[in-house]
T-cell receptor, first 116, second 111 residues
Framework: EADIYQTPRYLVIGTGKKITLECSQT?????MYWYQQDPGMELHLIHY???????EKGDLSSESTVSRIRTEHFPLTLESARPSHTSQYLC???????????????FGSGTRLTVV | GIQVEQSPPDLILQEGANSTLRCNFS?????LQWFHQNPWGQLINLFY???GTKQNGRLSATTVATERYSLLYISSSQTTDSGVYFC?????????????FGKGTHLIIQP
């Protein structure tokens, strides 16, 4: 049973379009993350957040931006999509608010983005 | 930053076989998880195991934090076990709080 939801699951879009990938979690986690994964490769952290109004850039440079206005919601936006943005984007969350704290990470199903 | 190395990179086995996947990491960790990524790209959490041993059905995992490695055991493999197995850690030394992933082990179970 999924507690972290990503939409859309698949997206094909033209160059220059603005897109927003949605991520929501119902576990009350304060920490949320976005990872980028090219086919057959490892995942790279591109953004993370420790809570409302907190956003940080990850290890891999990305032209995308994120926002955290509500605890449960962490959308990722590309202002002008390019073919180089074609990849899978996975959202994750960690850390419960009450003991016993869950330090494990839970991932959404991912969004496969293709920019043509 | 912390380095995560997984071996073997590729593994092809017959149904029913057993396998051991290894994960080495270069520094102390606060978190270590094993994931299975299925052919549809979904990342399934198998174990949260920064130390010790855990078992879940045909799968078990052991992490020896002092020696900086973890092992994932799969017994009596089934075709549905195919996919990529990732080890991921959080560096105890600080920096970004997110997981650092290894390159994965690509496992194919043949009927």
């Amino acid at each position: 049973e999924a507690d972290i939801y990503q939409t859309p699951r698949y997206l094909v879009i033209g160059t220059g379009k603005k897109i927003t990938l949605e991520c929501s979690q119902t576990m009350g986690h304060d920490k949320m993350y976005w990872y980028q994964q090219d086919p057959g490769m490892e995942l790279h952290l591109i953004h993370y957040s420790y809570g409302v109004n907190s956003t940080e850039k990850g290890d891999l440079s990305s032209e995308s931006t994120v926002s955290r206005i509500r605890t449960e919601h962490f959308p990722l936006t590309l202002e002008s999509a390019r073919p180089s943005h074609t990849s899978q984007y996975l959202c994750a969350s960690s850390g419960g608010r009450t003991p016993p704290y869950n330090y494990g990470y839970t991932f959404g199903s991912g969004t496969r983005l293709t920019v043509v | 930053g912390i380095q995560v190395e997984q071996s073997p990179p590729d593994l092809i086995l017959q149904e029913g076989a057993n396998s051991t996947l290894r994960c080495n990491f270069s520094d102390s960790v606060n978190n270590l998880q094993w994931f299975h990524q299925n052919p549809w790209g979904q990342l399934i959490n198998l174990f949260y195991i920064p130390s010790g041993t855990k078992q879940n059905g045909r799968l078990s995992a052991t992490t020896v934090a002092t020696e900086r490695y973890s092992l994932l055991y799969i017994s009596s493999s089934q075709t549905t076990d195919s996919g990529v197995y990732f080890c991921a850690v959080v560096d105890a030394g600080g920096g970004a709080d997110g997981l650092t992933f290894g390159k994965g082990t690509h496992l194919i179970i043949q009927p």
